[in-house]
């Protein structure tokens, strides 16, 4: 069963911008936490950004991609956004959503270890 479903990915041009949607069927506890990761071909997956559900709620972005990337989530909704701009040719890669239902470690939310619920991904690829 499909768990977490994401979409928005798509081919773009540099400088454009995409937004990223992750929508899980899977209930995140107070202390749980969401993430959004990216791998491109031939690279180690790397984490971009997360956000915390509950009392310590809060949202963390990669310092490299702060100034571009930015994570947000609408409750009503119950879905989780990668806003990414000024996309560069170097954003090429499949991005993945992943959950950990409770018990996230502040310490590690960029961490792949983190996450036991993952994505299928999405595709971004930006020409110049």
């Known amino acids: 069963q499909v768990q977490l479903v994401e979409s928005g990915g798509g081919s773009v041009q540099a400088g454009g911008s995409l937004r990223l949607s992750c929508r899980p069927s899977?209930?995140?506890?107070?202390?749980?936490?969401m993430g959004w990761f990216r791998q491109a071909p031939g690279k180690e997956r790397e984490g971009v950004a997360a956000f915390v559900f509950g009392g310590g709620r809060g949202t963390y972005v990669d310092d490299s991609m702060k100034d571009r990337f930015t994570i947000s989530r609408d409750n009503a909704k119950n879905t989780l956004y990668l806003q990414i701009d000024s996309l560069k040719r170097e954003d090429t890669a499949m991005y993945y959503c992943?959950?950990?239902?409770?018990?996230?470690?502040?310490?590690?939310?960029?961490?792949?270890?983190?996450?036991?619920?993952w994505g299928q991904g999405t595709q971004v690829t930006v020409s110049s």
């Open positions: 899977i209930y995140i506890y107070s202390g749980g936490c």
């Open positions: 992943a959950a950990k239902a409770w018990g996230c470690s502040g310490s590690s939310l960029l961490n792949v270890l983190q996450y036991d619920v």
